[in-house]
């Protein structure tokens, strides 16, 4: 079965645009989670969405934004970026909340911001 | 306040021996622990888990040892094999799906 997929897998923005970060998680998984990892800061919690709703949030700015739709596909939205906002942005998903077990990881969206 | 924490950044063993790679963690309210191998460019995979109620979980080559009252964990890859070079990830689970994530350790497996 397909795995999770995330879109695009390489952007490049300038400071203060926005970009939105696509992911599809494996059918029948209904929980999505967001991490960003960073050469300093290794992998950081973003947040993650069950049923289109947001059910835990990570410790980042007003300006990381997310939703889910009701196909369970999420997308996360940075607005005005900066430099620091240069990272890999990983999406995983899982059948449920508490499914930790099943956690699946796409292979990222590189994102440079200039 | 960085509560999973991989001390040691890099690891190089000799092909065949074994490799052990060490997580430490400070929160006591962790019930669930994993092991994440990652290359460059790709995201995390689950290589092995654990449960809090368990001291050892085993499968095939990997072998994952939990020391609750020292809140501390390591994973025993025996063979070493060259395909094992990555980055080492532990992280722990509390709530939902959240997961946190130690810093890492690069393994590095020589022929």
């Known amino acids: 079965k397909a795995g999770v997929t995330q879109t695009p897998r390489y952007l490049i923005k300038t400071r203060g645009q926005q970009v939105t970060l696509s992911c599809s998680p494996i059918s029948g998984h209904r929980s999505v989670s967001w991490y960003q990892q960073t050469p300093g800061q290794g992998l950081q919690f973003l947040f993650e969405?069950?049923?289109?709703?947001?059910?835990n949030k990570g410790n980042f700015p007003g300006r990381f934004s997310g939703r889910q739709f009701s196909n369970s596909r999420s997308e996360m939205n940075v607005s005005t970026l900066e430099l620091g906002d240069s990272a890999l942005y990983l999406c995983?998903?899982?059948?449920?909340?508490?499914?930790?077990?099943?956690?699946?990881f796409g292979s990222g969206t590189r994102l440079t911001v200039v | 306040d960085q509560q999973v924490k991989q001390n040691s950044p890099s690891l190089s063993v000799q092909e065949g021996r074994i490799s052990i790679l060490n997580c430490d963690y400070t929160n006591s309210m962790f019930d669930y622990f994993l092991w994440y191998k990652k290359y460059p460019a790709e995201g995390p995979t689950f290589l092995i888990s654990i449960s809090s109620i368990k001291d050892k979980n085993e499968d095939g080559r990997f072998t994952v040892f939990l020391n609750k009252s020292a809140k501390h964990l390591s994973l025993h890859i025996v063979p070493s094999q060259p395909g094992d070079s990555a980055v080492y990830f532990c992280?722990?689970?509390?709530?939902?799906?959240?997961?946190?994530f130690g810093g890492g350790t690069r393994l590095m497996v020589k022929p």
């Open positions: 995983a998903s899982s059948l449920d909340l508490g499914q930790i077990y099943g956690y699946t």
């Open positions: 969405y069950f049923s289109e709703t947001q059910r």
């Open positions: 992280a722990a689970n509390n709530a939902g799906n959240m997961l946190t």
